[in-house]
T-cell receptor, first 110, second 112 residues
Framework: GENVEQHPSTLSVQEGDSAVIKCTYS??????FPWYKQELGKRPQLIID?????GEKKDQRIAVTLNKTAKHFSLHITETQPEDSAVYFC?????????FGTGTRLLVSP | SAVISQKPSRDICQRGTSLTIQCQVD?????MFWYRQQPGQSLTLIAT?????????ESGFVIDKFPISRPNLTFSTLTVSNMSPEDSSIYLC?????????FGPGTRLTVL
């Protein structure tokens, strides 16, 4: 079935540390994997995405890796800052739609 | 990126009534999506709305409860019908632009 698992559900780090959030998906036909950041009371914002023809993508302090064989993809945030605190959602494409993971609440302490 | 607006931003409704949420995009888009996000939860797709065809509903969502209109390529509405307190949630519309997904600001619905 259409399923995206996301771990951990909560993650607390000290400012300057790295944070890693992991997701797995079930359909080998999925070919698009975006990550969204949602601050309290705000809409989800796309922060980075990766397509299945690429294994890794980086944008400043944020990177995403994809292992198609294992159906895993991960978000890496380096040098975390308090403003990175939010809920992060991964998603995987199933046909023309996205299925979202359950979310990770990231707390970055000064 | 697509600029998406929604109306109303929030509403408090009585049990048994209906509410229509509007979604406006600043450019023509093929597909629009309606999601529900219950407090502290993830995003659940309700339906996909293409202009000129019937909306496609996900498992657990039916047209009688969540009728959708898509009269043109920039606009869609979602109606939450015969509401109960369990319908209290945030409803978000979404679309794609340049192969990337964008969300509207959401409509926070409280049903008493």
């Amino acid at each position: 079935g259409e399923n995206v698992e996301q771990h951990p559900s909560t993650l607390s780090v000290q400012e300057g540390d790295s944070a890693v959030i992991k997701c797995t998906y079930s359909d080998s036909a999925s070919n698009y994997f975006p990550w969204y950041k949602q601050e309290l009371g705000k809409r989800p914002q796309l922060i980075i995405d990766i397509r299945s023809n690429v294994g890794e993508k980086k944008d400043q302090r944020i990177a995403v890796t994809l292992n198609k064989t294992a159906k895993h993809f991960s978000l890496h945030i380096t040098e975390t800052q308090p403003e990175d605190s939010a809920v992060y959602f991964c998603a995987a494409s199933y046909g023309q739609k996205l299925v979202f993971g359950t979310g990770t609440r990231l707390l970055v302490s000064p | 990126s697509a600029v998406i607006s929604q109306k109303p931003s929030r509403d408090i409704c009585q049990r048994g009534t209906s509410l229509t949420i509007q979604c406006q995009v600043d450019s023509q888009v093929t597909m629009m999506f309606w999601y529900r996000q219950q407090p502290g939860q993830s995003l659940t797709l309700i339906a996909t709305a293409n202009q000129g065809s019937e909306a496609t509903y996900e498992s657990g969502f039916v047209i009688d409860k969540f009728p959708i209109s898509r009269p043109n390529l920039t606009f869609s509405t979602l109606t939450v019908s015969n509401m109960s307190p369990e319908d209290s949630s945030i409803y978000l519309c979404s679309t794609e632009s340049n192969q990337k997904g964008y969300f509207g600001p959401g409509t926070r619905l409280t049903v008493l």
